[in-house]
């Protein structure tokens, strides 16, 4: 895989219960985050936003579910990113004194692009589907064509979906607008959570086990692009 192609956008959500009951949420986390790795901050009632548009970062938090999300990734920076991340969101646990993590997930979105020439719609349907072409209206000059995909893995869900990047799912993953149309880049969806009865007792072994999954959807979603790359002979 050349990661000199590939871009990514990763978001972190966790709910919880929380002790914390004051509605002015600046406190520590927009006071040490907010002056450079975020650059702006607005609080709302329940929630508080910081945001950085230059380098695409957004962070709410709240009484009961926090987001994170950094669009602007390249493979040369991405595990440094991670690691401000699970700063940040020890940070957000420690000063809304959260006394239970009741969902986790991560999710990262790979936009890998092909030689223009390629057409991904015939290599996807002829390595994976086979799908004659009597099976699509003839009156169509657009197809779509997206798989999905979900298995276990110990405690952890992980589900995926892959196919050419369109113009619609411009919405659905960027928080920033982009002026790149991405023509002719495959997309990675790739989502990683647990199930509210497999999260550990204990705030310190929930911390642990937010670190995990994040770690996870990184690594097993990586994975994942290598192999679909490999399988359909697009490197």
Not at 25 to 34: F, P, R, S
Request: hydrophobic letters at 35%; glycine letters at 4%.
């Amino acid at each position: 895989m050349d990661t000199e192609k590939l871009k990514l956008i990763k978001y972190f959500n966790f709910s919880y219960d929380a002790a914390f009951l004051y509605y002015n949420l600046k406190g520590i986390v927009a006071e040490k985050w907010g002056h450079g790795y975020f650059n702006k901050f607005r609080d709302n009632i329940g929630a508080f936003l910081l945001e950085n548009k230059e380098e695409q970062r957004t962070c709410m938090y709240g009484l009961k579910a926090s987001e994170i999300s950094l669009q602007n990734l390249t493979t040369d920076v991405v595990d440094d990113e991670i690691s401000t991340i699970k700063e940040i969101i020890q940070d957000i646990i420690k000063s809304l004194s959260i006394t239970k993590i009741t969902h986790i997930s991560s999710r990262s979105h790979y936009l890998y692009k092909v030689e223009s020439e390629t057409n991904l719609f015939e290599i996807i349907n002829e390595k994976f589907c086979n799908l004659d072409s009597n099976f699509f209206p003839e009156t169509s000059n657009y197809y779509d064509l997206g798989l999905a995909f979900e298995y276990n893995i110990n405690k952890f869900t992980h589900s995926f979906m892959f196919g050419p990047f369109s113009e619609k799912d411009k919405a659905s993953i960027f928080r920033f607008p982009v002026e790149d149309n991405f023509k002719n880049y495959l997309l990675l969806n790739y989502s990683t959570y647990i199930e509210k009865e497999k999260i550990d007792d204990g705030i310190t072994a929930q911390s642990v086990l937010l670190n995990k999954i994040i770690d996870s959807n990184h690594e097993s979603g990586l994975k994942q692009l290598e192999k679909i790359i490999d399988i359909l002979e697009i490197d």
